[in-house]
């Protein structure tokens, strides 16, 4: 049985946000209901990684996110860089997830800046 633990999947909604950035429809659905953020397109110029441990609280967690940026996807072409060619960013937040149902959901997550 290959059953993932509590920690195992609030760490992938966080590593899964960057990803999740390029479509609307992934975008919303990983986050609680009506708190995905309007500037869907800033998260997918960045790198989310989990820095540390969760803090799980029943249905709430809260996890360290170490926030690279600089990592342009060539889809998107130089114009959609905030930073130039070459110049990395490294910043640590906190994000706040939300239990809905059977899924862990971000609730707030947010950018530098």
Do not use: C
């Not at 072409?77 to 059977?102: C, F, H, I, V, Y």
Request: hydrophobic share 35%; proline share 4%.
């Amino acid at each position: 049985m290959s059953e993932t633990t509590v920690e195992q999947d609030v760490y992938a909604q966080v590593v899964g946000l960057g990803d999740s950035s390029g479509n609307e429809e992934m975008f919303q659905a990983a986050f609680v209901a009506g708190a995905a953020p309007k500037n869907r397109k800033d998260y997918g110029q960045y790198v989310f990684l989990v820095d540390g441990d969760a803090e799980i609280n029943g249905n709430e967690a809260t996890v360290p996110v170490k926030i690279m940026g600089g990592f342009v996807s060539s889809q998107e072409g130089d114009s959609a860089a905030k930073t130039k060619p070459g110049e990395k960013t490294e910043t640590k937040m906190t994000w706040k997830l939300q239990r809905e149902g059977e899924e862990w959901k971000i609730k707030e997550a947010p950018l530098p800046g």
